[in-house]
């Protein structure tokens, strides 16, 4: 495995940091340009990468559009593309501690965390793989009229801009390229600047089964650049996770053209609790998920909803729990919570914090920079009570680990309250009930509902309504976006079936 230094002295897993992978090989950019990527818990840059620029987004998108028009990637067969699929899982398994590690170094998460998140990178290629063998792209439907053989053929939508979020890379990039691929597009996969390792390693991975020329195409680029993705009539469809202006912006280019779109956005997920459920149960949970990841994820549960005779007991319980979170360097095993992303998101953070406390809510727990770091991007876990649904920090995303704790009068209150957002990501009931879980579930205006945490299964799918977004990701609903469907109508029956 090939190493490159860095400026701080550190080494890397990647093989090619300073060239982009454009049809089928590892390429020079267009300019010297280079990225730093600074790592969290340090502040220092850990290594550099090669920067995008107009000429080097056209190279890929060039690539890809010839290796959709012109190669044998969306004509081969469904079971040809799945084999590469599993290619591509076996290699992501195998580097699964290079992506544990680069994940660490470029957003903070704790490094054991990251080990356990990163040991099955390869699992929605599978899971892709697996759909393929089963999904019918060609469908029998009934006649219309005597005599008529009629069929829905699902067919690629053809070049796909894939933007992917610093978060959560490696991830967030396999359910938008591992369908992609299954439905027979081509893909430019634009790398985060602040976290682009998880995608170059894709792209070694790729190079290594011998993915045809043309059919992944990575490079790193800023917002600017990104931006001609997301213009260029070349590419047929972008498929974009980020901010929700972001993604009213990329959403009004598409509509401009009539590209197809797929927005994985933000979100301010409620967590509804119930009076049979145990207020310590509630702060076990928030204290494991609202500081994974630092609470960078877009289906945090930020608001937490209790009814207002346990809203005080509630905070004291969170307070209690989150005042105890090890807070500190994401490589000692001691630690649950390593810092913020970059410096730019604790700025956000605080500025949040701040205006909480601002509008008048009661700050029970955190709220400032841990006093025994003196280096890195760190910020407390944070808890407010006596918060009004109204309050900035209940109805803006602050990306971080800072929980609104709002009274309800009752039930139906509370399900209002939640209702009552620009997002609809993700929402949680917490009772021992699965019947009235799940009564409730059905009122709360969101793609994603889960009992007792905040839960996920993409196998199913994953998605938000409203502002948080279009479309879903994962499972056969986080297929369809990528393929066409065309009515077929015939006179007789083909002999090519």
Not at 70 to 94: K, N, Q, V, Y
């Amino acid at each position: 495995m090939a190493t490159t230094s860095t400026t701080s002295e550190q080494t890397t897993p990647l093989a090619h940091p300073d060239r982009f992978y454009i049809d089928g090989k590892w390429v020079d950019p267009s300019t010297t340009s280079m990225i730093d990527v600074v790592q969290p818990h340090t502040e220092l840059v850990g290594y550099r990468v090669a920067e995008a620029q107009e000429a080097d987004i056209d190279r890929a998108i060039t690539a890809a559009r010839r290796a959709f028009d012109e190669g044998p990637w969306p004509r081969m067969s469904p079971s040809e593309r799945t084999g590469f699929l599993r290619g591509i899982a076996a290699g992501l398994r195998d580097r699964g501690l290079d992506l544990a590690e680069m994940w660490t170094n470029e957003v903070g998460v704790v490094n054991s965390f990251a080990v356990a998140g990163s040991a099955n990178a390869g699992g929605a290629y599978d899971s892709y793989a697996d759909l393929g063998d089963e999904f019918s792209f060609i469908e029998r439907h009934p006649p219309g009229v005597p005599g008529e053989v009629a069929f829905l053929v699902r067919e690629p939508v053809g070049v796909v801009g894939a933007i992917i979020p610093w978060n959560s890379g490696s991830g967030a990039s396999a359910f938008k390229i591992a369908p992609a691929l299954l439905a027979g597009c081509t893909v430019v996969a634009k790398a985060p600047p602040e976290a682009p390792s998880s995608l170059l390693i894709l792209a070694e991975v790729a190079d290594s089964i011998g993915l045809p020329p043309g059919v992944l195409n990575v490079l790193t680029a800023e917002r600017e650049v990104s931006e001609l993705l997301v213009h260029d009539a070349r590419v047929d469809k972008i498929s974009f996770t980020g901010s929700t202006a972001v993604g009213r912006r990329i959403a009004s280019i598409c509509g401009q053209r009539m590209a197809r779109f797929t927005l994985e956005l933000g979100g301010k997920s409620a967590g509804v609790v119930l009076d049979d459920y145990e207020l310590e149960l509630v702060a076990s949970a928030l204290g494991t998920s609202a500081t994974r990841m630092t609470g960078q994820t877009c289906a945090s549960l930020t608001r937490i909803i209790v009814s207002r005779d346990r809203h005080d007991d509630l905070v004291e319980a969170l307070a209690e729990r989150f005042s105890q979170v090890r807070v500190g360097d994401p490589y000692d095993p001691e630690t649950q919570m390593g810092p913020l992303a970059m410096a730019r998101q604790r700025d956000r953070v605080e500025h949040y914090i701040a205006k909480g406390i601002e509008e008048g809510a009661t700050l029970a727990t955190g709220g400032a920079r841990p006093a025994h770091l003196d280096r890195g991007f760190y910020i407390e876990p944070t808890i407010f009570g006596n918060v009004d649904n109204n309050f900035t920090i209940a109805r803006e995303e602050i990306f971080g680990p800072v929980l609104s704790v709002i009274p309800a009068r009752d039930e139906e209150h509370a399900i209002a309250l939640a209702n009552d957002t620009e997002f609809g990501l993700n929402n949680a009931v917490f009772t021992h009930d699965a019947d009235r879980a799940f009564a409730i579930a059905l009122q709360l205006r969101s793609g994603n509902v889960g009992q007792n945490a905040a839960r996920y299964n993409f196998n199913v799918g994953f998605g938000g309504l409203k502002q948080s977004g279009v479309g879903r990701e994962g499972g056969r609903d986080g297929l369809l976006p990528y393929l066409e469907a065309k009515t077929v109508l015939l006179d007789a029956e083909p002999t090519t079936l």
